[in-house]
Antibody
C-alpha cells in the first residue's frame, strides 16, 4: 500500500525558505500514470494546491505561488521536495504531499489526489 | 474566497440524508471538468471520497454518492443513512482553466445531531 511521509523543519523564520521532503514508500515515484503534488491548509482554513511534479521533472505550479515555489524529484530515493521562498506568516499551514492520479474523462484531463501524507505543520515566525 | 462555493455547514440526524453542493463557473465545473470530493475527519489528512464526479474508491461505503449537473456549473455529494462517524469537513475539487490549476471548495462542516 502506497504511503507518503512529509519531513522538514516545523519552524521557519520570515523571509527565509521553507523546505520539505516527501518520501514515498510501497510504490515507485516513477509510475507513468501519476504526478506528485503539494497541498497546504492554513490553520482552521481550506485547502490550497501548491504545485505538482512528474517523475521526469516536469512541473506545474499554482500561479499565485509560482514566483516563490520550486518542486523537485529524486527518483533514486523515491522522494520529491518543496521549496517556498520569502515566507511570511501567511504561509503558516499544514503541508501535505500527495499522489496525483491523472486520467481522461470524456476527453478532458482530470486529476485527483490519493493518498495523502499525514501532513506537517510549518509555522513561520521569528 | 474559494473558486468553488460550498455551504459552510450542513447538519442532519443519524439515519437521515444530507447533500453538500459545490458551485463553480464556466471556467471550471461549467467547462466540463470533473469534480472530486474529499472527507477530512478531525485532526487528520483529507481522504478521497468520490472521483470523476460519481466514482467511489474501494472501501468507501455506498452511502456516499456524487453527482454533477449535466449542463450546469454545480456538483453535489449525498450522504444517506447518516452516522456519527460521518462528522467531518468535506471538500470538492476541480480544475479551473482561467487559473490554470487545481482548485478546491471552501469546505463544508457536517454535524451529525
Amino acid at each position: 500500500q502506497l504511503q507518503l511521509q512529509e519531513s522538514g523543519p516545523g519552524l521557519v523564520k520570515p523571509s527565509e525558505t521553507l523546505s520539505l521532503t516527501c518520501t514515498v514508500s510501497g510504490g515507485s515515484i516513477s509510475s507513468i500514470s501519476y504526478y506528485w503534488g503539494w497541498i497546504r491548509q492554513p490553520p482552521g482554513k481550506g485547502l490550497e494546491w501548491i504545485g505538482s511534479i512528474y517523475y521526469s521533472g516536469s512541473t506545474y505550479y499554482n500561479p499565485s505561488l509560482k514566483s516563490r515555489v520550486t518542486i523537485s524529484v529524486d527518483t533514486s530515493n523515491n522522494q520529491f521536495s518543496l521549496k517556498l521562498s520569502s515566507v511570511t506568516a501567511a504561509d503558516t499551514a499544514v503541508y501535505y504531499c500527495t499522489k496525483e492520479v491523472a486520467a481522461t474523462s470524456t476527453g478532458v484531463l482530470t486529476h485527483w489526489f490519493d493518498p495523502w501524507g499525514q501532513g506537517t505543520l510549518v509555522t513561520v515566525s521569528s | 474566497q474559494s473558486v468553488l462555493t460550498q455551504p459552510p455547514s450542513v447538519s442532519g440526524a443519524p439515519g437521515q440524508r444530507v447533500t453538500i453542493s459545490c458551485t463553480g463557473t464556466s471556467s471550471n465545473i461549467g467547462a466540463g471538468y470533473d469534480v472530486h470530493w474529499y472527507q477530512q475527519l478531525p485532526g487528520t489528512a483529507p481522504k478521497l471520497l468520490i472521483y470523476g464526479n460519481t466514482n467511489r474508491p474501494s472501501g468507501v461505503p455506498d452511502r456516499f454518492s456524487g453527482s454533477k449537473s449535466k449542463s450546469g456549473t454545480s456538483a453535489s455529494l449525498a450522504i444517506t443513512g447518516l452516522q456519527a462517524e460521518d462528522e467531518a469537513d468535506y471538500y470538492c475539487q476541480s480544475y479551473d482553466s482561467s487559473l490554470s490549476g487545481w482548485v478546491f471548495g471552501g469546505g463544508t462542516k457536517l454535524t451529525v445531531l
